[in-house]
């Protein structure tokens, strides 16, 4: 006997994401973790606002985001489905100044030189060290677990 049951994962004809895929279940209100595609900047937790043709099918469904907390930068912006998230992924590390005393997250990078990178293109002053640290504390008093810390590498610029 042949078995013509077709497997969950198979993606539907009215789309290209698998129909257990929990973008499909996506909607408006739903808070969701937005993947930066250019350099991480702007990654972070967003409310989705809109989803064009009302629900999320294809990878590049376009849908209009909000941060959380909401920012006075940019009202909203344009996310495509496939650069979601359900959460924060794990190895996704924040990357904060230390020539700042670390006051402010400025973006999320996996690597070393994703952090570097990063730094380079957001920071006041070129930064040269990238180092991974534990226990950041933030001006807020909120502590990060792991974060990566830009510093120019010259102690007299990167004192708190």
């Known amino acids: 006997m042949v078995?013509?049951?077709?497997?969950a994962s198979q993606p539907d004809v009215r789309g290209d994401l698998p129909l257990d895929s929990w973008l499909r279940g996506v909607h408006p209100g739903q808070q969701v973790w937005w993947n930066d595609p250019s350099i991480g900047l702007w990654s972070g937790h967003y409310i989705v606002d809109e989803?064009?043709?009302n629900a999320v099918t294809?990878?590049?469904t376009p849908l209009i985001l909000r941060?959380?907390?909401e920012s006075s930068v940019r009202a909203s912006i344009e996310a495509r489905a496939a650069e979601l998230s359900p959460t924060k992924p794990e190895d996704l590390l924040p990357v904060v100044d230390r020539y700042e005393g670390a006051s402010?997250?400025?973006?999320?990078?996996?690597?070393?030189?994703?952090?570097l990178y990063l730094g380079n293109a957001v920071l006041d002053h070129m930064v040269i060290v990238v180092d991974l640290a534990e226990n950041v504390t933030m001006h807020d008093g909120?502590?990060?677990?792991?974060?990566?810390?830009?510093?120019t590498g010259m102690a007299e610029f990167d004192q708190d």
Do not use: F
Not at 142 to 151: M, P, Q, R
């Open 51 to 53: 989803i064009q043709g």
């Open 104 to 115: 402010t997250i400025r973006g999320y990078a996996t690597t070393k030189q994703q952090a």
């Open 3 to 7: 078995n013509i049951a077709q497997p």
């Open 58 to 60: 294809r990878q590049n």
């Open 67 to 69: 941060e959380v907390p």
């Open 142 to 151: 909120t502590v990060l677990e792991k974060a990566w810390v830009a510093s």
